[in-house]
Every structure is written in C-alpha cells, then in structure tokens.
C-alpha cells in the first residue's frame, strides 16, 4: 500500500539548500512511497551566498531548487512558494498531517509557525538554527489534537517573545545586514534535522524535544522536557 | 576570570547586582572594598569546593561533626550527623554512593558535585566551564525551577541554552 508523505520546508538557504537535497535523495529511493515537498522561501539567491549556498541560478530560492531537484529526483513532487511565511499566508501553506521544516532566520518566523502548529491536529515540526560555531534542532508532534512533545517556544522565552522581525518586516537596509555564519554550522543543523526527521518516523516513544551540538567541543547532546500543563 | 582588578573597574551598583547573583547576603550597604574582599572570597571558596579530589583523600562514607565548639558558634545549637547515602550497595567499593549530578547547557555536559546546592549557586560555580549567562532559565528532569531550588540527588539540572536565530 502506498502512503502519502507532504513535507514542508520553509527557508531554503544555508540549511534549507542541503537539507532539501539529502531528504530527496532519501525520499527518492523509498519504495511505496508518494512524497511532496514544498520548498517555501520568498527570498533571492545572491552572489555573497556561494559560501555556503548551493544554486545554479540567481532566482528565488525556493523555485530555483525546486527546479534543481525535480530533475535529480524524479519519483519526488517538488514544489515551491515564492512567499515568506506570514500570519496571513501560513494556513495556506502548511496543513495538518504535514511534516514541517523550519530553517529561517528569525523567531518571529518560528514564533508564527509553531502557534500554527498547535492549532492542527496531526503535525510534526522540525525547526533549527544555528549561531557561528553551534545550534539546535528543536522537534514539536502533535496527533490527534494533543500535544505529544512540548511546543519549540516552551523553553524558549526568545522564542515565544521574539524580539526580532519577519522578512517582510525590514527595509532594504535592515535586509542587506547579515551576520556571518560558518558553512559547516549550516550543515551539521541540516544532518540534525534529518536524524530528528528519523527519529520521530522510527521511536515508539517520544523523549527527545531539542539537541543541540557544539563544534568547538566536538558534541552532540539531546534533551528531554516535560510538556507544559495548559 | 574574576580578579581584583576587574572587580575594581565594576560600579558598586554592579557589584551589588554580582554579589545577588553570587547568593552572597549582607552587600547592599558595604563599602566597593568590602564587597570586592566579599566576592573573592566566594570566588577562591567556590574554586576550592569545585575542584577534583584526588585519590589520597578518600570520599568519606560517613561524616560526623567534631568541632561542635565552632558549629554552635555560628548554627546557634543546630548540630547533626550528616551520612551519604550508599544508593548502589552492590557496586565495587567508592562507587556505592553518588553525589554527583549531570550539570549541562546546549551541548555541553558533565557531573558535578552539587547537590544540596541552589540552581543560582551552581549557575555561578559553572559559569565558565559551561559558557553560562545570567538569563539562563533552569530545568530540573524537564520541568522549570525556580533559581533557589536545592538539587537533590538524581537530579538532572540542564541551563537551557537559547535557540540558534540564524539557518538561511
């Protein structure tokens, strides 16, 4: 019997661009197995994101990978939305069943999904970041209209208050100022997202919410919370 | 690394706010100098406590107070026999007893010897080992606490780290 899988991730830059490609590549070989992937970002490809970026053309992120990938992986529904998601435009974009990749740049961003989420009945988010030389990788289910981990703004006041902006929120000026960041950082969320993604097809039980890893230790450790009374 | 000369650049308001976070009691009215000899003190005391023994000093299995004297002076006529609990009678010998408690913030982690100690207090202790910021909430085996909760043995305290902003 075939099984539908409708994966969603919203920013392909620096861990959006790698972690499209290794779910495909993955995706692409499992049998009995129709998967959808959405790539959602509203954002062009630039010259100074070579570093860390992988695209063939200077075009919208979001379509441009999806037109790369499609011809790489075949047995694969690729699609893109050339939007950032906003309050407006998320219930459009993300529906309950779906598995949801977060890899933005800001927690207002994270802070509009992750309310979202909470609202479906059956989800599974996966959001990273990363600073210059660490990050985590929080993981949020949901089925049948309970909570089965805590949400990712729980233990994350920067989160759940977030003091930052949306894209669509900063002037060109705001837009143009980014801060470096370490290709390798990019990559180890990536791989991250996809142990979390493996994790929660294949536990029966759910423990882990968050890990985290640091590359000047050379460490990887995951974290166990509670879910909050509501 | 605290030292007298970076504590002497810091305004009294700030090291009052030091001495809050450090638990140290009694600052808000001292004089820069008093609160500064206040500061290292706690510091070299909390150094001493932090660091490893070594094995001529065996960890004790139980510990009586011998000099009362001294106990009264300061506890008022508090006295008491504290025992450590042997949680794990059936390990090889100096391992039956555990006071050691995992400690960690974002990926880092390891054991420490603090329980009986406030979360504040640990947080200070660790501060440098494990990168910590003042912000940083606690959470005892997945549940928040409050920073004056004592650790117990078998807890696991974790100082959580604030989520990476950037990925695109």
């Known amino acids: 019997m075939t099984e539908n899988l409708n994966i969603r991730i919203i920013g392909i830059g620096g861990v959006g661009t790698h972690l499209s490609e290794y779910l495909s590549r993955y995706f692409n070989y499992v049998k009995d197995l129709n998967v959808e992937m959405t790539l959602i970002d509203g954002d062009e490809f630039e010259r100074k994101n070579h570093e860390r970026q992988t695209f063939t053309t200077y075009s919208n992120k979001g379509q441009t990978k999806c037109r790369e990938l499609s011809v790489e992986f075949p047995n694969i529904n690729h699609t893109f939305c050339r939007d950032y998601v906003t309050n407006d435009n998320i219930a459009g974009l993300i529906k309950s069943g779906d598995i949801v990749f977060v890899a933005v740049d800001n927690h207002k961003s994270r802070k509009i999904i992750s309310d979202y989420c909470a609202t479906l009945d059956d989800i599974i988010l996966i959001s990273g970041g990363n600073e210059y030389h660490d990050g985590n990788v929080q993981l949020y289910v949901r089925k049948e209209g309970i909570d089965r981990l805590p949400r990712i703004t729980d233990y994350h006041p920067e989160i759940e208050k977030p003091a930052d902006k949306l894209p669509t929120e900063l002037s060109c000026e705001e837009a143009s100022v980014s801060e470096p960041q370490l290709l390798f950082a990019n990559i180890g969320v990536a791989v991250l997202m996809?142990?979390?993604?493996?994790?929660?097809?294949?536990?029966?039980?759910?423990?882990?919410?968050?890990?985290?890893?640091d590359m000047m230790s050379i460490s990887?450790?995951?974290?166990?919370?509670?879910?909050k009374n509501r | 690394m605290i030292t007298k000369e970076s504590l002497e650049e810091k305004k009294v308001t700030e090291l009052r706010g030091m001495c809050r976070n450090m638990g140290i009691p009694g600052m808000s009215k001292k004089r820069k100098d008093v609160i500064i000899d206040a500061i290292l003190k706690t510091v070299q005391n909390s150094a001493a406590e932090m660091a490893p023994k070594t094995k001529s000093e065996p960890t004790p299995i139980k510990s009586v107070v011998k000099d009362q004297k001294s106990v009264d002076e300061t506890l008022k006529g508090v006295s008491g026999t504290f025992n450590t609990v042997y949680d794990r009678p059936d390990s090889r010998a100096g391992n039956r007893a555990s006071t050691m408690i995992s400690v960690s913030a974002g990926a880092l982690s390891d054991k420490f010897p603090v329980v009986g100690k406030s979360v504040q207090r640990v947080m200070f202790l660790l501060r440098e080992g494990l990168n910590l910021k003042e912000t940083q909430s606690a959470v005892v085996n997945g549940e928040n606490v409050p920073n004056d909760y004592i650790l117990k043995e078998g807890d696991r305290l974790e100082f959580i780290k604030t989520a990476g902003g950037k990925a695109n």
């Open chain 1, 194 to 213: 996809t142990w979390t993604l493996y994790y929660v097809l294949n536990t029966e039980k759910l423990e882990y919410s968050e890990v985290y890893f």
């Open chain 1, 220 to 227: 990887v450790l995951p974290k166990k919370r509670n879910l």
